[in-house]
C-alpha cells in the first residue's frame, strides 16, 4: 500500500511537472551586461521588464520567465549563452541581440531549433536576404535602412561629397554600404576600423580632413560614439565639416558627448519624443522607474516592442505556443501599440516603417536631449527584402 | 605631405603614451622579475582618479597631478599587500595573482563610478586645435600629451642614467640577486618602483581618458600593445621601450592609414576595404614576430643576462 502510494505520488509528480512548464512562457534575453556597453543591456532589459509590468507581469494569461544572458559583446560567448538557452533551459522565444556579429553568429542554432528569436536591435543584411528565416522577427530595423535615410537627409541638404568613416564588423560595413546607396554625392573615402578595441581615431580623422569632403558621415555605436564625437571636435573639425550620423548620438552617450552633440543631426526609426500613447507611456513610466539613469534609448524602445510584440502574438494564439505557424501568423500581424507608432512586417519579418531626422538640443534646464525634427522617409522596407524566399 | 606629418604626429602621440605604460611595466618586469597584467588597472584607475579630481578642483592641471599621486600611492599599497608575497614564485602565479586584481578593480571601479563611464572635462584651451604648420592644424591637446610625455621620457632617462637611485634600477634590471647580496634595501627600492610605475600608467590613463574618456577595462586592449612594446624593446630596458613605443605607435597609425590604400593597388576595392584594415592591425605583431625571430632578447636587451 505504502509503496503504490509512493508510486502514485511519484506519477502524479511526474504528470505535473510539465503542465507547470507549459503554464509559463519561458524567455531568453540575450543582450551585453558586462564591459563598457553594458550601459546598453541595462537599457534594454529595464525596458523589457518595463513591459512586463505594463502587461501585468503576463502574456495572454500565463506567467512569464525572463533569463538574462550576457554576450560580453563577443560573437562565440553570444553563441554559447544562446545555445544553453535552447537546449537546457528550452525558452520559447529567445529575444535580445545588440550587436550584429554576435546575432550573425547566434542565429542558426536558433532557428534551426525553430525557436522564435526576435532581434530587438542588430539587422545584418544577411538575415533580411538570403539568410531569412520563418523563425525570425525583428522589431528594429535592417542594418542599411537608417544610413539610408541619413543618405536621404544629405541629399537633400545638398551634400555633395562625403568621408565614411565606421567600425570594421557586419553591422559597420552594412551602414557604410547604406548610406553609399541612397547618397547621390560623390564618397571621397571612407575607413573601416577595427572593432570594438580601436578608440583612437586620430588616423582616420586626419585622413578624413586631407581629403577635404562637405561632410562626415559616421557610425559608432555605445561608448565609440562620445570618444568619436570628443575627438571630431579635438581636431577642430567641428564647425568646419559637418558630420551626419547613425547610432553614434543617443540618450546614453549624450551626457558624455555634451555640447558636442548640438547640432549633430542622426537618423532613428524611434525618438523619445514621438507623439503617440504607447510611446508617452513607455518614456514617462521610464523615467520614473529609473531616475537615476538617462534613457530609455532606441535599443529599449525596441525591447519594449519585443515584449509587446510576444504578447500580441500569445494573446492572438490563445496562449497555445505549440502550434508555430499559428504563432508565425500572430506575430506577423504586429499587432501591438508599438511605442514608434504602428508598423507592418514586409516578406522577411523586418519592419516597414518611418525614419525620423533627430538632434540633440538644449533644454530650458540646461539639460540635452533628443527631439524629433522630421521624417525623413515614410514607410521604408529594406534593400534586401527581395532577396529572401519567404513570400 | 602634409598628411603624412599629421600621421607621424599621431603615430607619435601614440607611441609616447605607450611608452610611459610601458615604461613602468618594462622596469616591473625587468626588476622584479614579475609579470604584472593589473598595470593596465592603474591605468584605468589614473583615468577615473582625474575624472573625479576634474570635477572637485575644477582643474585639469591639478586633477592631472592629484591623479598622478593617488595612483602611486594606490601602487604603493598594491605592491606592500599583494605583490610582495609574489617575488620569487612562478610567472603563473603572477599572471594568476594579478589578473585577480584586474578583475578585482574592475569590480571597484564599477561599484565606486558606476558602469557608465566618465568624461574628464578639458580645459577649453586644450579642446581646441593650432595650426602647426600652415594647412596642418592639430589638435592642442594631442600635442600637450607629446610634449608631457617626452618631459617625463626626459625626466626619466635623467634619473635612470644621472642618480643613484637611476644606478640601482639599472644594477637591478641587470643582476637582481647580486644588487640584493650588495646590501641595498631591495624591499623599498621594488615598492618604489612599482609606485612610480603605477604613477606613469596612472598619467598615461588620465591623457588618453580625455581622449577616449574612462571606461571600465579600458587598460585591458592597450596593456596588450604595451606587451608587445617592451618585448620589441627588449625587457627591462628604458631605451628599448622607448624606441620601440615610437615604432609601434607610429607603424600602427601610419599602416592604419596607408595600407588599404596601398592595397587598393592590387585588390578590388571591395578586398582592400576588408584586408587593409585587418592587414594594418596586424602590423605591430608581425613586427614583433620578427623582432622575437632575429633577437629574441628584443632590440636593446638591459645588459648582463
Not at chain 1, 242 to 264: C, H, M, N, S, W
Request: with cysteine; proline share 4%; aromatic share 10%.
Amino acid at each position: 500500500m505504502k509503496m503504490a502510494l509512493c508510486a502514485a505520488g511519484a506519477v502524479l509528480a511526474l504528470a505535473a511537472a510539465p503542465a507547470a512548464a507549459q503554464d509559463k512562457i519561458k524567455i531568453g534575453f540575450v543582450s551585453t551586461f558586462s564591459g563598457p556597453t553594458a550601459v546598453i543591456g541595462n537599457d534594454m532589459r529595464n525596458s523589457f521588464e518595463l513591459a512586463l509590468d505594463h502587461l501585468g507581469r503576463k502574456m495572454g494569461g500565463k506567467d512569464v520567465e525572463v533569463i538574462y544572458e550576457d554576450d560580453q559583446q563577443k560573437p562565440e560567448v553570444g553563441l554559447q549563452k544562446t545555445q544553453k538557452l535552447i537546449q537546457s533551459d528550452k525558452v520559447d522565444f529567445v529575444v535580445g541581440y545588440i550587436w550584429s556579429n554576435v546575432l550573425l553568429a547566434s542565429y542558426k542554432p536558433v532557428v534551426e531549433s525553430q525557436t522564435f528569436l526576435i532581434g530587438a536591435n542588430a539587422g545584418p543584411h544577411q538575415l533580411a536576404g538570403e539568410q531569412c528565416s520563418p523563425f525570425f522577427f525583428s522589431t528594429s530595423w535592417q542594418n542599411d535602412q537608417t544610413p539610408q535615410a541619413m543618405g536621404l537627409y544629405m541629399n537633400q541638404k545638398g551634400v555633395k561629397s562625403v568621408y565614411l568613416i565606421g567600425p570594421n564588423y557586419a553591422a559597420g560595413k552594412d551602414m557604410l554600404a547604406g548610406v553609399a546607396s541612397t547618397f547621390k554625392g560623390q564618397i571621397v573615402g571612407q575607413d573601416l576600423t577595427k572593432w570594438p578595441d580601436q578608440l583612437d581615431f586620430s588616423a582616420e580623422l586626419s585622413k578624413a580632413r586631407a581629403a577635404n569632403p562637405e561632410a562626415i558621415f559616421v557610425f559608432y555605436p555605445g561608448a565609440a560614439g562620445a570618444q568619436f564625437l570628443n575627438q571630431y571636435v579635438q581636431a577642430g573639425l567641428k564647425g568646419k565639416i559637418p558630420l551626419y550620423t547613425a547610432f553614434t548620438i543617443d540618450e546614453l552617450t549624450l551626457p558624455r558627448q555634451g555640447d558636442a552633440a548640438l547640432g549633430v543631426p542622426g537618423a532613428q526609426e524611434w525618438v523619445n519624443d514621438l507623439p503617440n500613447d504607447a510611446n508617452r507611456k513607455f518614456v514617462a513610466d521610464y523615467r520614473k522607474k529609473h531616475a537615476d539613469v538617462p534613457g530609455p534609448t532606441f535599443y529599449g524602445a525596441q525591447s519594449y516592442d519585443a515584449a509587446m510584440l510576444i504578447d500580441s502574438a500569445v494573446k492572438g494564439t490563445k496562449g497555445n505556443l505549440s502550434d508555430k505557424n499559428a504563432l508565425r501568423a500572430e506575430l506577423k500581424k504586429a499587432n501591438f501599440k508599438s511605442v514608434r507608432g504602428n508598423f507592418k512586417y514586409g516578406n522577411n519579418h523586418f519592419p516597414i516603417q518611418n525614419f525620423y531626422l533627430q538632434e540633440a538640443v538644449k533644454n530650458p534646464d540646461g539639460k540635452l536631449a533628443l527631439k524629433t525634427v522630421s521624417t525623413i522617409v515614410e514607410n521604408d522596407q529594406d534593400r534586401f527584402h527581395e532577396k529572401c524566399p519567404m513570400k | 605631405m602634409l598628411l603624412f606629418i599629421e600621421q607621424c604626429l599621431n603615430g607619435l602621440q601614440l607611441g609616447l603614451l605607450l611608452f610611459l605604460l610601458a615604461a613602468g611595466l618594462t622596469l616591473i618586469f625587468g626588476i622584479m622579475d614579475l609579470v604584472n597584467l593589473a598595470h593596465g588597472s592603474f591605468y584605468m584607475l589614473g583615468a577615473y582618479f582625474a575624472a573625479t579630481f576634474a570635477v572637485m578642483t575644477d582643474s585639469f592641471v591639478l586633477a592631472a597631478l592629484l591623479a598622478m599621486l593617488a595612483t602611486l600611492v594606490v601602487g604603493m599599497a598594491v605592491e606592500v599587500i599583494a605583490m610582495r608575497r609574489l617575488y620569487g614564485r612562478d610567472h603563473l602565479d603572477h599572471v594568476l595573482a594579478t589578473f585577480g586584481l584586474i578583475l578585482f578593480f574592475n569590480e571597484f571601479v564599477r561599484l565606486a563610478w558606476g558602469p557608465e563611464g566618465r568624461n574628464i572635462p578639458l580645459p577649453s584651451w586644450l579642446n581646441t586645435s593650432i595650426e602647426l604648420l600652415p594647412g596642418v592644424p592639430y589638435s592642442a591637446y594631442r600635442l600637450s600629451i607629446i610634449v608631457v610625455a617626452l618631459a617625463v621620457a626626459f625626466l626619466l632617462y635623467l634619473i635612470v642614467m644621472r642618480t643613484r637611485l637611476g644606478m640601482l634600477i639599472r644594477a637591478g634590471a641587470s643582476n637582481r640577486e647580486m644588487i640584493g647580496a650588495l646590501g641595498v634595501n631591495i624591499k623599498l627600492l621594488y615598492t618604489l618602483i612599482f609606485g612610480v610605475g603605477a604613477a606613469l600608467a596612472g598619467l598615461a590613463g588620465l591623457m588618453q581618458g580625455a581622449i577616449l574618456t574612462a571606461q571600465i577595462g579600458m587598460g585591458e586592449n592597450i596593456l596588450i600593445l604595451a606587451f608587445v612594446v617592451i618585448i620589441i624593446g627588449g625587457i627591462g630596458s628604458i631605451r628599448g621601450a622607448f624606441i620601440a613605443s615610437i615604432m609601434v605607435g607610429l607603424i600602427d597609425t601610419v599602416g592604419r592609414s596607408y595600407l588599404p590604400e596601398f592595397f587598393k593597388l592590387a585588390l578590388s576595392n571591395e578586398a582592400a576595404a576588408t584586408a587593409g584594415p585587418a592587414m594594418s592591425s596586424m602590423l605591430i605583431y608581425l613586427l614583433m614576430a620578427l623582432v622575437l625571430v632575429v633577437r629574441p632578447e628584443g632590440l636593446f636587451p638591459a645588459g648582463g643576462r
